[in-house]
C-alpha cells in the first residue's frame, strides 16, 4: 500500500533541499531578511511573528510571505523533531521497550501537529507537495487497512522489536467497528415530502437545471453507488477512518454548540481521535460544567479533501456538478459570485442532533450522503420575507442569509410545522411566553410554505441556488457538499 511513500530519510533531505534552494521570485521574500534570517537557526521565533502575522489582519487580507514563512519555520521546526527521535540525549538512559514506544509516540505527533497546522492556518503555499509526500512517508510507518476483509490490524504485532512499526492508539480498539446504521425509533414525520427520482441521468438534470421554472430541489437516489467510501473503503467504520488519519493523530478545525447561531458557539482545533473520543462516541457529549447541557462538535464545512487527499479518493463529484444552471434572477438575499472553475467540496462530520441553521446558500449544492441520515427541510426563494433573515451586518458580520428563526423552538410553539411525533415534544411551563413571543417577532413564519425528507446513505439531493435549508443529523452522519455554478 505504501510502495510509492518516501521513506523518512528521503523526505528530510529533500526538505532540507527545498528550504535551502533559494528563488527570486519566491513571495516570501516579501518578509524582509531579519524574518528570513530566523528560519534555519531561530524557527520558533520565526513562527510566532508569522503566526501574529496572520492575526493582525482578516485572513483574506494576510499577504502570501507570511503563510510562506510560517510554513517553512514549521518545516524547520519538523526537520529538528524527526532528526532528533533517535538521539540517545532524547532518552534519559532509559532504554526499555515502553519507553522507546512512548518516544516514537511523540516525535510522531509533534510532527503531524506541524504539518497539519501549517495546512489549515495557510494552506502552505508552494510546499503542498512537500506536506503531502510526509504523510505518505508518515504513513507508511502506521498499521495498513486490509481491504480485503475490512479489517484493521496491527501487523507490527508480528515483527521483531527492531523492526516494530509505530503503533496506532491503543483506545481505537474501543471503537465501534461501524458507525449507527438504523433511524432512531422516534423519526421525523414528513408532511411534505421532496420528490425523489432514481439514478437520474446527467442529460435529464441538465434539461431540469436550464430552466429557472424547474430549479427545484430533488433527492436523487443510487447516484454514488460506485464510491469506495460507501463499502470497499468505508467511511461508516472508524477503523478506517483513523487509519486515513494516521492513527487519528491528524488535526481538525471543529465547530463546539448546537449552531453558530447560539450563544457560547466556537471552534477548535484538535486531533482527529479525540474528536471521535469527544463527540462521535461520548453518548451525551462533554459538558464544561456538571450543570449546563451537554456540548455538540462537529467537522462542519471544511475542505477535508484538500488537507485528506486519501479521503478525496474515496469519492467522485457528481456528475451533475458540471452541468449548466440556468442564471438565476437577482436574490436579494444572496451574494454575487463568479463562475467557479470546480465544484467547492465541503466535509460535514458529526454526530446525532447536529444542526445547520436555516439559511441559504450563494451556489447550487449536491449533497451527498454516505454515512447515516440526515432530516432536511427546504424553503423556497419567494418565501425569504417569511423566514426573517438577520442583519447584513451583525456585530461586523453579514449574516443576512440566516433566519431571526430557530426552526426547533419554532416547532414545538407550532405543532402544525412540526416533524416531530406530538408526544415527543416536552411542554414547558415557559411555552406560552415562548409562543407568544414567536408570534410577536415572527408572524409570518407558519405560513410559509416547506419541502423536507430524510436523507440516506447512497443518496444526494440537489439544493438550488436561494433556497433556504435546514439540516439536522438524526444518527452519526458524514456528508458531502459539492457547490457549483
Not at 499577504?63 to 534519559?92: F, I, Q
Not at 481505537?172 to 432514481?198: C, E, I, N, T
Not at 463529484?317 to 434572477?329: E, H, N, R
Not at 425569504?384 to 440566516?402: A, F, H, V
Request: hydrophobic share 35%; proline share 8%; charged share 25%.
Amino acid at each position: 500500500m505504501h510502495d510509492d511513500a518516501p521513506t523518512l530519510a528521503e523526505i528530510t533531505q529533500l526538505t532540507r533541499q527545498e528550504l535551502t534552494t533559494a528563488s527570486k521570485t519566491d513571495p516570501i521574500r516579501e518578509c524582509g531578511r531579519a524574518a528570513l534570517a530566523l528560519l534555519p537557526f531561530d524557527f520558533n521565533t520565526a513562527l510566532e511573528l508569522a503566526y501574529q502575522k496572520l492575526h493582525d489582519v482578516p485572513y483574506k487580507d494576510v499577504k502570501t510571505c507570511w503563510r510562506r514563512l510560517y510554513t517553512d519555520a514549521s518545516l524547520w521546526k519538523l526537520l529538528e523533531v524527526v532528526e532528533g527521535r533517535d538521539n540517545p540525549l532524547n532518552h534519559d538512559g532509559l532504554e526499555d521497550e515502553q519507553h522507546d514506544r512512548s518516544a516514537e509516540k511523540d516525535w510522531l505527533d509533534e510532527a503531524v501537529r506541524l504539518l497539519d497546522m501549517a495546512l489549515i492556518l495557510t494552506a502552505a503555499p508552494q510546499r503542498e507537495e512537500v506536506i503531502e509526500l510526509w504523510f505518505a512517508a508518515l504513513k507508511a510507518t502506521l498499521p495498513s487497512w486490509n481491504a480485503t476483509s475490512k479489517e484493521y490490524y496491527e501487523d507490527s504485532l508480528q515483527r521483531p522489536l527492531k523492526r516494530r512499526k509505530i503503533m496506532a492508539t491503543p483506545s481505537s480498539a474501543d471503537f465501534p467497528k461501524r458507525f449507527l446504521k438504523q433511524l432512531p425509533v422516534v423519526s421525523p414525520a414528513l408532511r411534505y415530502p421532496l420528490p425523489r427520482s432514481q439514478a437520474l441521468g446527467q442529460t435529464t438534470f441538465q434539461a431540469k437545471i436550464s430552466s429557472i421554472a424547474t430549479h427545484t430541489p430533488l433527492i436523487i437516489e443510487d447516484a454514488m453507488q460506485h464510491w469506495p467510501a460507501l463499502d470497499e473503503r468505508p467511511w461508516s467504520s472508524p477503523s478506517y477512518l483513523l487509519e486515513q488519519t494516521l492513527g487519528g493523530r491528524r488535526l481538525v478545525p471543529v465547530e463546539v454548540g448546537k449552531s453558530y447561531t447560539d450563544r457560547g458557539w466556537g471552534q477548535k482545533i484538535v486531533t482527529f481521535k479525540e474528536f471521535l473520543d469527544t463527540y462521535m462516541f461520548e453518548p451525551n457529549g462533554p459538558r464544561e460544567t456538571g450543570d449546563e447541557a451537554p456540548q455538540t462538535g462537529y467537522l462542519a464545512q471544511h475542505d477535508l479533501f484538500a488537507q485528506i487527499p486519501s479521503l478525496r479518493a474515496d469519492i467522485s463529484i457528481p456528475d451533475y456538478c458540471y452541468c449548466d444552471p440556468a442564471p438565476s434572477p437577482r436574490l436579494t438575499h444572496i451574494k454575487a459570485t463568479s463562475k467557479l472553475e470546480d465544484p467547492l467540496l465541503n466535509a460535514w462530520f458529526g454526530p446525532a442532533g447536529t444542526v445547520s441553521p436555516l439559511h441559504t446558500d450563494p451556489y447550487h449544492n449536491i449533497l451527498a450522503q454516505v454515512v447515516g441520515y440526515k432530516y432536511v427541510r427546504l424553503y423556497p426563494p419567494e418565501e425569504t420575507e417569511k423566514l426573517y433573515p438577520r442583519s447584513i451586518d451583525e456585530n461586523g458580520i453579514d449574516m443576512s442569509n440566516t433566519s431571526q428563526v430557530d426552526l426547533d423552538s419554532a416547532m414545538k410553539v407550532w405543532p402544525e410545522i412540526s416533524c416531530w411525533p406530538q408526544e415527543s415534544i416536552v411542554s414547558a411551563e415557559s411555552l406560552d411566553e415562548l409562543r407568544k413571543e414567536f408570534e410577536d417577532e415572527y408572524p409570518d413564519f407558519r405560513e410559509a410554505k416547506y419541502l423536507e425528507s430524510i436523507l440516506a446513505p447512497g443518496e444526494c439531493l440537489y439544493l438550488p441556488v436561494g433556497w433556504w435549508h435546514y439540516i439536522r443529523s438524526l444518527t452519526p452522519s458524514f456528508s458531502v457538499s459539492f457547490w457549483f455554478n
